[in-house]
């Protein structure tokens, strides 16, 4: 089974790869619709001026190949243009039903090649998942957390004295969970006595070591990072390395097979039991919030879904949504299981559809910030965004046209701003 998945454990590196912020390069191709807000009815013409830079010099008389695709899809056109003078056009074309359309543009420049994405909507306002909802789901989680009340939380503390500063006290922490595990993680929280906020940070996917949040504890919040492998997070690196390149490469397909094996089920319910440590720490105010991107998208997610104690939620370009799209033709989500036909598998798509993002986000209740980029080429904007269109839950949206699988800066420090605000009312 696993080897049918090697293409999504090759997918985890490129999640990991690009979740940070890329550096801009030498030459860039800017791809500018002619819609401000890059947002189109469907039927409309999309169209494109193009320039070509420099270190920020344009161009003259440049060759540019370019291809057009639905999201994710395979490109349904390539051509070429030359630009006359410093710039060009091209006409994308449009789309008859609500998604998003990228242009991909490439260039060759003394000897070196260039890659550039813009993309744009249509109609996404009315973009809904594709998942199937199991009769059963919300029967079949409350009986897991029932299995979850039966274990004993039996939290551990050490101090990581190298890490905390006057302001801050940093924690390597433990505690119980379903299967005879334990889940680990870093624990920060101010010095100052007092009553604080929690907010529980779930991780994107890969294997790593952690190193807590003091900058925000410093802040006046209590800060917890957990891992979800079951083994301590404070390690030397390399043995994370060897764990994602061995036993771990392909963790997020493990027990696929059935909905009671697969690997999550773990996972969420220990999502929930940090719930449990986090509201019985003494300072705690009695309020917690969950946050995070990618696969910590899709367990944020789902912990506010599973754990009505949450009292807000943040997401940021999530994981795991609508991912039974592509056997309609549409884009789904990472890790992409069923790009490739040959996962079409009854028992795959009915675990996945217990699993599945999307059906998560139908039944949140906490407010919700979320946010992605258009240009995502791992968890595509069309899943991001018929996730976030499903949300009943008091929500706010929070677009970067041009980012990928990334927040810019002020993005990100807005969402925690905002989960601090909530928290505190």
Known sequence: MKRTFLSIIISVLAVLGVSAQPVIKKVQVALIPDHADALYKVGEQAKFKVIAMDCGIALNDVTIDYEVSEDLMPAHLKKSITLKGYEGSINAGTMKEPGYL????????????????????????????????????EEYWTNQL?????VDLAPKMER???RCTDKVEVYHISYGNVGRTRMYGVLTMPKKEGKYPAI???????????????????KGAIVLEIGI???????EGSVYSDLANGVLSSYFVDGIENRDSYFYRRVFLGCVHAVDFLLALP??????????????????????????RISATGVYFPAFCDQEAYMHGRTGG???????????????LETIRYYDASNFAKG??????YAFGYNDLTCGPTTSQATYNAIPAPKTLVIGENQGHWLFPELFSGMWEWMIEELTK
């Open 334 to 348: 990472w890790p992409h299981f069923f790009k490739n036909k040959e996962n079409w598998k009854k028992e795959y």
């Open 102 to 137: 990228r242009v991909k543009a490439i260039v060759k420049h003394e000897g070196s090649t260039y890659t550039s994405y813009s993309t744009v909507g249509f109609d996404t306002d009315k973009l809904m998942p594709l998942v199937k909802m199991p009769t059963d789901f």
């Open 146 to 150: 029932k299995a979850l009340d039966k």
């Open 364 to 369: 949140l209740k906490a407010p919700v910030y």
């Open 283 to 308: 300072n705690s105010n009695g309020k917690v919030g969950v946050m995070g991107g990618s696969q910590g998208g899709m367990l944020a997610m789902a912990t506010s879904y599973l754990d009505k």
């Open 200 to 218: 529980l940070r779930v991780p994107g996917a890969g294997v790593h070591a952690m190193s807590g949040n003091v900058a925000w504890a410093a």
């Open 160 to 162: 990581i004295a190298e």
């Open 229 to 235: 492998h079951g083994i301590p997070v404070i390690m």
